[in-house]
């Protein structure tokens, strides 16, 4: 008897893609909106910046449990609470900040209560992303998972392009600012209808849980996470856990710990950046629209390198990490001696090209540096390595920046100095043969 082949419907899939689309993209909305709204409030850049920082410590402390529960609770449930997340603090901290800048609040209330708000999309919007994943392993035979896997993955990294380009057309009259956050929240609005009407129960045909995913930002990895949710659909073996000091592992973490640091700060500084040199800080609306320019940019470049030089060039996961360093080193350091908006967007973009070699590098290196029953622990860590660069570095970043604007850019270019010094010697190339990156 013919067996028969197990896909999707593409309308559920529009709406799995529509699902991660919009966590992605209204996240990097706000990166391109908020310092300009903190500038026409008068809060202090780094009070801003560590909105971001509480948001991301929330996400990497939520996200394995939700990523848990997704089994236990059924996947649609859990893509419906990270969207109801995402919307009602998108809808909440667009009406703080319209009542700030409306003189309604004062400012320190303002932030306050928007950093309270702030807590929602942290602490469960988490819960979509590796629900979307696990919904689409458990439906999909093998021969059509990868590629189902790909296309709902690669729409978290899309969403990090369209969030910067889309959010200066959202600043409205009457709610000027704050006009994009409340129209993603609409927009999540429908997707969750969306959700509700055109996606079935879950009556799984495998098991699987999907993967952590890390905080979105411009400088996201879209075509790592389809390969760790695949890796979860296999069952664990009895082996001893993987330990942190694993020394088959280690070097490659401590490579995405330090080329982090140095992405989590150019993505905290550069819309402070951009106020200062082009001298906007009195024309905050201004500021935003040139802001999400230059992050557009730069997610475009991260795209380029990932899904285009990664795959044309056949880069080993070490020379992804060497070269991703030194271009993000190189373009650190031309985006901190820019004084002209062309210079800027041409330092952040070389950057942006440059992480974008170097994360999915780091992520490819640990992976294939363990054995496939190793693979769900090793992407919880790369996961985490990922997510924690956020919580702190951000805000250390804009304290060196505002102390001298070369202080906090040469603090990036080191730490990709020393990655591409250390990591010449210490990153050995992988002998496995399961995949290349």
């Known amino acids: 008897m013919a067996t028969t082949s197990h896909s999707i419907p593409s309308d559920?899939?529009?709406?799995?893609?529509?699902?991660m689309l919009v966590a992605a993209a209204g996240n990097t909305a706000m990166q391109s909106i908020l310092p300009s709204i903190g500038a026409k409030l008068r809060i202090p850049d780094v009070w801003v910046s560590l909105a971001?920082?509480?948001?991301?410590?929330?996400?990497?402390?939520?996200?394995p449990h939700w990523a848990r529960q997704s089994d236990k609770r059924g996947r649609k449930a859990l893509m419906a609470l990270g969207v109801v997340g995402f919307l009602s603090s998108m809808a909440l901290c667009g009406l703080t900040l319209w009542?700030?800048?409306?003189?309604?609040?004062?400012?320190?209330?303002?932030?306050?209560?928007?950093?309270?708000?702030?807590?929602?999309?942290?602490?469960?919007?988490?819960?979509?992303?590796?629900?979307?994943?696990?919904?689409?392993?458990?439906?999909?035979?093998?021969?059509?998972?990868?590629?189902?896997?790909s296309l709902v993955s690669s729409s978290f990294g899309l969403g990090t392009v369209i969030g910067p380009a889309i959010a200066p057309f959202f600043i409205l009259p009457i709610v000027g600012l704050a006009g994009p956050l409340l129209v993603f929240a609409l927009i999540g609005l429908g997707v969750l209808i969306a959700l509700r009407w055109r996606?079935?129960?879950?009556?799984?045909r495998f098991a699987a849980r999907g993967a952590i995913v890390s905080y979105p930002t411009t400088g996201a990895s879209p075509q790592t996470a389809a390969d760790e949710a695949e890796e979860q659909v296999l069952d664990p073996s009895d082996a001893p856990p993987l330990r942190w000091t694993d020394t088959r592992v280690r070097p490659w973490l401590l490579a995405g710990l330090f080329g982090g640091q140095a992405?989590?700060?150019?993505?905290?500084?550069?819309?402070?950046?951009?106020?200062?040199?082009?001298?906007?800080?009195?024309?905050?609306d201004e500021g935003a629209?040139?802001?999400?320019?230059?992050?557009?940019?730069?997610?475009?470049?991260?795209?380029?390198?990932?899904?285009?030089?990664?795959?044309?060039?056949?880069?080993?996961?070490?020379?992804?990490?060497?070269?991703?360093?030194?271009?993000?080193?190189?373009?650190?350091?031309?985006?901190?001696?820019?004084?002209?908006?062309?210079?800027?967007?041409?330092?952040?973009?070389?950057?942006?090209?440059?992480?974008?070699?170097?994360?999915?590098?780091?992520?490819?290196?640990?992976?294939?540096?363990?054995?496939?029953?190793?693979?769900?622990?090793?992407?919880?860590?790369?996961?985490?390595?990922?997510?924690?660069?956020?919580?702190?570095?951000?805000?250390?970043?804009?304290?060196?920046?505002?102390?001298?604007?070369?202080?906090?850019?040469?603090?990036?270019?080191?730490?990709c100095s020393w990655l591409v010094l250390w990591g010449w010697s210490a990153l050995k190339p992988n002998q496995p043969k399961e995949k290349q990156l």
């Open 99 to 149: 009542a700030g800048l409306q003189g309604y609040l004062a400012a320190g209330v303002t932030f306050i209560v928007f950093a309270v708000f702030r807590s929602l999309y942290g602490g469960f919007g988490s819960a979509s992303p590796p629900a979307v994943q696990a919904y689409v392993a458990a439906r999909t035979d093998p021969e059509q998972r990868t590629q189902a896997l």
């Open 199 to 204: 996606l079935p129960d879950d009556v799984p």
């Open 263 to 284: 992405q989590a700060m150019m993505l905290g500084v550069i819309g402070f950046l951009i106020l200062d040199r082009l001298h906007l800080r009195l024309r905050p």
């Open 289 to 415: 629209a040139m802001t999400g320019i230059v992050l557009m940019a730069g997610a475009f470049a991260t795209l380029l390198s990932q899904w285009g030089l990664i795959p044309l060039l056949k880069m080993s996961p070490r020379t992804a990490v060497l070269c991703g360093a030194s271009l993000g080193g190189l373009g650190t350091v031309m985006t901190g001696l820019s004084y002209d908006f062309h210079g800027i967007i041409i330092g952040f973009a070389l950057a942006s090209l440059g992480f974008g070699l170097f994360r999915p590098g780091f992520t490819a290196g640990a992976s294939l540096s363990v054995p496939r029953r190793d693979q769900g622990s090793v992407a919880g860590m790369t996961a985490s390595i990922n997510g924690s660069a956020y919580i702190i570095s951000p805000a250390v970043g804009v304290l060196l920046y505002n102390w001298h604007p070369m202080v906090a850019y040469g603090l990036m270019a080191g730490f």
């Open 52 to 63: 971001f920082s509480w948001s991301a410590l929330l996400w990497v402390l939520t996200a």
């Open 12 to 19: 559920r899939m529009a709406v799995l893609f529509a699902v």
